[in-house]
């Protein structure tokens, strides 16, 4: 079993920046895919971003180019860079591990852009 923890969320205006990250409880460095999910009430979550363990990253359309993935780490720790935050990227962002055929999923963190 794998804990996946997200910090990093809050409240921040448009334009501004925040970084997320995921602490696992254990090592994911084998682990096939590690990412960002997002969800808002009434929606289905939705992909923002993931790294293969063979580096390869892949990215919503409607974060490209503002948002950056990186890890996992040393740490087993995997971050997302997020640039030029627009409203609509409000929302609870979950990360995800994909690791021997499991997947785990952290409990999520608030990321608000609002003036």
């Known amino acids: 079993q794998v804990q996946l923890v997200e910090s990093g969320g809050g409240l921040v205006q448009p334009g501004g920046s925040l970084r997320l990250s995921c602490a696992a409880s254990?090592?994911?460095?084998?682990?096939?895919?590690t990412g960002w999910y997002r969800q808002v009430p009434g929606k289905q979550r939705e992909l923002v971003a993931t790294?293969?363990?063979?580096?390869?990253?892949n990215f919503a359309p409607s974060v490209k180019g503002r948002f950056t993935i990186s890890g996992p780490n040393a740490r087993n720790t995997v971050y997302l860079q997020m640039y030029s935050l627009k409203p609509e990227d409000t929302a609870v962002y979950y990360c995800?591990?994909?690791?021997?055929?499991?997947?785990?999923w952290g409990q999520g963190t608030q990321v608000t852009v609002s003036s």
């Open positions: 995800y591990v994909t690791l021997f055929g499991n997947d785990y």
């Open positions: 790294v293969s363990r063979g580096g390869t990253t």
């Open positions: 254990g090592s994911i460095f084998s682990a096939d895919i």
